[in-house]
């Protein structure tokens, strides 16, 4: 679609003004545009061609996702980090050890400065995601009536049944509907991928010690799809997918929603703040065109879909005369209960070849331990798989970077010993909610644009250490079972706190004083503000990856929201 004229966006008064294009925008916009709403969606970041992503270029795997070159979207200009949790020396054994993480500079009693990644542009963090569309585990939704911890959602797996299976349509999810450890199910779109070598040899060790390693359920196609061809099998998802095969939500759900003829998309617009009239109401919002003039556009509804670090940032600096601690804070709750990924995981070397380089990132899942039991020690879900992009191992270069130690004749006899032949076991788990973890506005640091930049203080507790050293113990048991002959090292978010998966900043909840939104997204305080991205997840979903729930939670608010589109003329 061409971009539109900023001129043009101007001069209507739009139904809903779309902020941010990720998991929670595009499926919003979509589901607005299928409804007749008319619909502008600001994106800070720019559109990506998949023909910009050159897997073929020299030094592909020296760079992460292309971002452009123009300084105001550098990452160090968005975000801050608090100084680092000190870490409890009992828990010592949980410290990452792979020999390419000494880039991470970091005293070693205390955690790293925090790395939020994340992809900007049309599309969002979808455009480096790998893929992984997982329905969260009914428990995930009743942490606090279950096990006494975290918040339970105003809303219940039965609620979203029918908006996952919407979003599973769109993005052309391949998976089996076999999968015990999850609640009956009809058949994905497309039959699952083939499980790797590598994945295959943990399957026989997980079959060893009473679990089950089953095909990951993926936005990657196996098949021909909607205009789409399927996957290639190159292992490049996380650099941006130049077959268009992957679900990112430029491919699937944004390019549907323009489709419409109702949604615009603005590339490189971005939003500094939301404007409210006298009544307290909002009424549009302030943004930067790519020139960096600033424009204003106006719309019935604001729907925020920024992220969970972007999304309480710029409530937190639309503070105003009627909102003096930022715009839906009357609570003081924006910001607070944020919640990371909390990752570990185990390198193990083989004698023989299973390159696990190659194929789908993650093409396998053990999904025994999704549902909490506090029997084994701690109270989270965790989910673990096969993943050589969680062990930085995707490409010779990289796998030199992430293991070898050693230069000239010894480094090149690593390689020879060890490319190829090793295999990264990883699993992810739940935060619970803590003082110490939240999203402020820095007080000293400001962006291009002169506003606060986020401020990110992450702190993890008790239960995530032990959550973290059961992951650990269980990958090295696999990697024994499976036959691996030596562990390289582990990475884990104990000291290395790098997180593509965070929520919880403006959650949604029935009681306004805990909460920012309640179970359609709407604000509790501002009548006509949404937020509708991974911002509003009261919990982590217990290990599972969140983008297709981001989606459901979005298609069934949008639907709601289109309803109640009368209540604000
Ligand atoms: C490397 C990586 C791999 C991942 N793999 C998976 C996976 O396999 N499966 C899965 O489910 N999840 C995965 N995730 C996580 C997933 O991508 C995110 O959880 C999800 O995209 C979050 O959705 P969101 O809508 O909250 O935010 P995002 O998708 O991050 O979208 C936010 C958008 O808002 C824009 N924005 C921010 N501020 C402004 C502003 N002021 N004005 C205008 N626009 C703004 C940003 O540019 C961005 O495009 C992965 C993430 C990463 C980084
Ligand atoms: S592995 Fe498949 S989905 Fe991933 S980038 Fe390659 S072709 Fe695309």
């Not at 828990?91 to 070693?108: A, E, I, K």
């Not at 268009?244 to 939500?249: A, E, I, L, T």
């Amino acid at each position: 679609m061409p971009t539109p004229r900023v001129e043009e966006i101007e001069k209507r008064r739009w139904d809903v003004c779309v902020v941010g294009s990720g998991a929670g925008g595009g499926a919003a916009a979509y589901r607005l545009g299928t409804l007749g709403v008319n619909t502008l969606v600001l994106e800070a970041g720019p559109r990506f061609s998949p023909s910009e992503y050159r897997l073929d270029r020299p030094g592909w795997d020296l760079v992460s996702f292309p971002l452009p070159a123009d300084p105001r979207w550098k990452e160090k200009d968005r975000y801050t980090s608090g100084t680092g949790q000190p870490l409890p020396a009992q828990y010592s054994h949980l410290q990452s050890t792979l020999q390419g993480l000494r880039r991470y500079q970091h005293p070693p009693d205390r955690r790293a400065p925090f790395v939020y990644e994340h992809a900007r542009g049309v599309g969002g963090s979808t455009l480096h995601f790998q893929g992984e569309a997982h329905r969260f585990h009914p428990s995930a939704f009743r942490m606090r009536t279950l096990h006494g911890v975290g918040e339970d959602w105003p809303l219940t797996y039965d609620d979203l049944a029918p908006f996952y299976d919407g979003a599973e349509r769109v993005l052309g999810v391949a998976g089996s509907a076999e999968n015990p450890f999850k609640p009956p199910r009809g058949p994905y779109p497309l039959p699952p991928h083939r499980l790797s070598w590598a994945s295959r040899r943990i399957a026989r060790a997980a079959g060893k010690l009473g679990l089950q390693l089953l095909p990951n359920s993926l936005a990657i196609l196996s098949q021909p799809y909607d205009g789409r061809p399927p996957c290639n099998y190159c292992a490049g998802c996380t650099w941006g997918c130049p077959l268009r095969d992957k679900g990112s939500w430029d491919q699937t759900f944004l390019a549907k929603a323009e489709a419409t003829g109702r949604v615009w998309i603005l590339p490189e617009a971005l939003v500094h703040r939301v404007e409210t009239d006298k009544q307290g109401r909002v009424s549009g919002v302030l943004f930067s065109d790519k020139e960096g003039r600033e424009r204003r556009v106006k719309a019935r509804v604001v729907l925020l879909a920024c992220g969970a670090i972007e999304t309480p940032r710029l409530l937190l600096n639309s503070a105003g005369n009627q909102f003096p601690h930022g715009l839906a804070n009357g609570s003081g709750q924006v910001g607070k209960h944020f919640l990371e990924t909390v990752h570990a995981g185990v390198t193990g070397r083989f004698a023989d070849r299973l390159d696990a380089h190659r194929g789908l990132p993650i093409d396998s899942r053990i999904w025994d331990f999704v549902a909490p039991d506090p029997r084994r020690g701690f109270t989270a879900g965790c989910v673990l798989g096969v993943s050589q992009i969680a062990g930085d191992l995707l490409s010779p270069f990289r796998h030199a970077v992430s293991l070898s130690a050693a230069w000239g004749t010894a480094h090149k006899a690593f390689m020879r010993k060890s490319f190829g032949r090793v295999v990264h076991l990883f699993g992810i788990t739940d935060q619970l909610p803590n003082p110490g973890s939240r999203v402020v506005l820095d007080p000293t640091v400001k962006d291009a644009f002169g506003l606060p930049v986020a401020r990110i203080e992450a702190a993890l507790g008790e239960n995530e250490w032990r959550a973290m050293a059961f992951i650990l113990n269980t990958s090295r048991d696999l990697l024994a079972a499976a036959g691996a002959e030596e562990i390289l090292g582990q990475t884990t978010a104990f000291d290395l706190p790098h997180a593509s998966h965070v929520f919880g900043t403006c959650r949604m909840g029935t009681d306004p004083s805990k909460s920012i939104v309640n179970a359609e997204g709407r604000a509790h305080e501002a009548p006509n503000l949404y937020i509708l991205d991974a911002s509003l997840f009261p919990t982590a979903g217990g290990g599972d990856s969140p983008s297709l729930t981001i989606a459901a939670v979005a298609l069934r608010a949008a639907g709601l929201l289109a309803e109640r589109l009368k209540e604000f003329p």
